[in-house]
């Protein structure tokens, strides 16, 4: 075994730890040596060693995957939810035929500083049902526009629109006697 293979056995690159070389991909056109890693969690990915000395590849996926849900549960919204709940309240403001004039920018603000339903006082989580934001409008019928769009839960978007204001009522008087009753 050359010196050159001798260095990467037993190197670590972020979450791999480099173990053995492996067969290169048949389709792999280029002459590198390919490398069996086995990353922190538990998973095995072989990559070349181009690849890891150069630190492109530091897990065997799972911090993607991590940093993603990351992104979904703490820190604002991607370009693909700010799109979709944008198109979302477009679609509405037709078919409720209601006027629009929201920007993808004034959406993106929105959803940026709401991070609790100011309704349920819950943590708003893009994607998990009842959790996702949605836009609420204050006054219905003055529709989708600037000043009168709200982000609060889909849950209590739902249960404001189910319910009126006197059931909401009355749900709330009569609930906790109702689940302390044996
Ligand atoms: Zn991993």
């Not at 590849?57 to 939810?81: A, D, P, R």
């Not at 309240?89 to 035929?97: G, L, S």
């Amino acid at each position: 075994m050359s010196r050159k293979k001798i260095a990467m056995i037993g190197n670590r690159f972020g979450r791999l730890l480099v173990l053995e070389e492996a067969p290169r991909p048949i389709l792999f056109k280029h002459k590198e040596l390919f490398w069996k890693c086995q990353c922190d969690c538990g998973g095995v990915v072989s990559l070349t060693g181009c690849n890891l000395r150069a630190g492109i590849t530091k897990s065997c996926g799972c911090l993607q995957i991590e940093t993603v849900k990351k992104q979904m549960t703490t820190h604002g919204y991607s370009k693909t939810n700010i799109a979709y709940t944008f198109g979302a309240a477009k679609q509405r403001a037709k078919r409720f035929k209601v006027p629009f004039n929201l920007t993808i920018e004034y959406v993106a603000e929105l959803l940026t500083k709401t991070k609790i339903c100011p309704i349920l006082e819950t943590k708003l989580i893009v994607g998990v049902y009842g959790d996702s934001p949605s836009l609420d409008r204050l006054i219905p019928e003055d529709g989708y526009v600037i000043g009168n769009v709200r982000v609060i839960s889909q849950r209590a978007n739902s249960m404001k629109n189910d319910a009126s204001i006197t059931q909401l009522t009355n749900f709330i008087k009569n609930i906790m006697p109702y689940l302390n009753k044996e």
